[in-house]
Every structure is written in C-alpha cells, then in structure tokens.
C-alpha cells in the first residue's frame, strides 16, 4: 500500500511539474511595431539597403489565391521613377501556418497567427512586371493560437523565440506579374526565396494573388507549403497530442498601402 501510494505522489509530481511548465508564459514577449529592411529600389530586390523602417500592427483580410502564369516578372534595370513603394504591416495584413493533429483522439487544425507583419514592396501600376519585393519579417513572439498552452509549447520548446524571435522569407524572383494593373484587376503571381525558421534557411515559393483595389492600396495573400522536419521543428511528445502533420501550410496575408514619407 504504501508503495502504490509513493507511486501515486511521484506521478502526481511529475504530472503538477509538467503542468506548471506547460502554463509558463513565453519567456520573451513583444509589444508594439516591428521592423524590416528597407527596400531600396535602386538595387534588385535581392540587395535590399541595410536600414529598416518600422511596421504597424495589423488585422486580417483575405483575397483567394490561384495557379500563376509563367513569366518572370523581375526586372533589375527598372526605372525607379516609375516604381511606388507600399509598405505591408497596415490594416489588413497577418501571417498565419496551419497543421493537423489528434488532441485526445479527436482531429483537429492548429491555426497560429500574427498581425506583426513587415516588409516592403514596389510597385508600377502601368507595368507590374517591374514590381520588386523586399524582405519580409514575421514576429513569432507573437503567433497564438486557441490554447495558452500550446502557445507555451510552441514559444518555448518548437520556435524558441527566446533565441530566434523572427521568421523571414527573403524574395529571390517574381513570377507571374506582367502587363498594366488595372483598379479592380487581380493578378497571380508566385515568388520564390529563402525563408528562415529558427537557424534554418531554405529556399520555399509562395503562390497567390494580389487585387489593385486603389492606387493606394493593393492586397491579396501568398500561400506555402513547408515540412516541419526540415527546418528541424519538432512537436513535443505528449500522450494526448498524436498524428502530427509533417506539412505546414504558411498563409501571408497583406493590405499594402504607400509607404509614408
């Protein structure tokens, strides 16, 4: 009896550690802007200038995504003066990655989202073949999702946003984007890059679509397909978490506006 009993109070230790490890807050949170390279125009989107500008909070908006068309759309001898900047970051724009799981038998999809979206792009709306793309920088502090804990888990043992507080795709070609960009028209587009999770970079491509909703304002959403495996992303192994997806799909939604200034 008194051995079943010693069982029961170490299990009930292990069990109340691990509760209080799991209901931890982040170690590191954010409040407030976040930055990305400015995106100098002069040079291929690729060679973005070293200086930043700051981003503003965002809310969601969704435009549908769809196949590209084949041509390239990047063009390094474009006319600067013919190029307008926008800035992603304003109302309307989130990045968001999806992934199935069984929670106590049960399927579910975990949805992780964040309105702290940065980053730059240009844009000549009489020919959008000359559009440029710059880095484009996610704050992983701040994804959440439906469950504190999971949250937890995700900050402290997946991402370890102690250490690597930002996920960033950096453009390396546009495909798709060509011809005049209409008010009202929408466009398909893929862009290829290489996208950093943790200390891990490899080269991913985004597929979607942008709408030219005004002159000053242009949105859409980018959509992309990564296994967590190789970015070295591993799930905790817990007894009611089972059948974890090894595909993640990232989702880049974006209200671009002009850049101010």
């Known amino acids: 009896m008194k051995k079943v009993l010693g069982i029961l109070i170490v299990l009930a230790l292990l069990g109340g550690g691990f509760y209080y490890y799991m209901s931890m807050p982040p170690s590191i949170t954010t409040s407030g802007p976040i930055t990305a390279t400015h995106l100098d125009t ?18 969601p908006a969704a435009t549908p995504a769809a196949a590209p ?22 109302p309307g724009s989130t990045a968001k990655f999806q992934l199935g799981e069984s929670l106590r038998g049960s399927p579910i999809t975990v949805v992780g989202v964040t309105p702290k979206v940065a ?11 000359t559009a440029q793309v710059g880095e484009i920088k996610i704050d992983a502090l701040d ?14 043992r997946i991402l370890e946003t ?9 453009p390396t070609k546009i495909v798709g984007l060509t011809g005049p960009g209409a008010v009202g028209s ?13 200390d891990v970079t490899k080269p991913v ?16 959403k980018a959509t992309s397909k990564v296994n967590k495996g190789d970015f070295n992303l591993v799930v905790p192994n817990l007894a009611f978490i089972a ?12 209200n671009a506006v002009p850049l101010a200034g």
């Open 69 to 90: 068309a084949a041509t390239p759309a990047v063009a390094a001898a474009a006319p600067a003066g013919g190029l307008k900047k926008y800035q992603l970051g304003q």
């Open 243 to 254: 059948n974890v997806s090894e595909a993640v799909t990232l989702d880049i939604e974006f």
């Open 162 to 170: 102690d250490k690597f507080p930002y996920i960033v795709f950096k």
């Open 143 to 156: 994804l959440q999702t439906d469950n504190q804990n999971r949250n937890n888990a995700l900050h402290r």
């Open 205 to 220: 491509t985004f597929a979607g679509s942008l709408t030219v909703v005004s002159e000053n304002s242009i949105t859409g």
């Open 119 to 129: 980053g730059e792009v240009a844009v000549n709306l009489a020919d959008l073949s």
């Open 186 to 198: 929408t466009h398909n587009f893929q862009i290829e890059g290489n996208l950093t999770i943790r």
């Open 42 to 59: 002069a040079m291929p989107a690729t060679k973005a200038a070293a200086t930043t500008t700051t981003v503003a909070m965002a809310t």
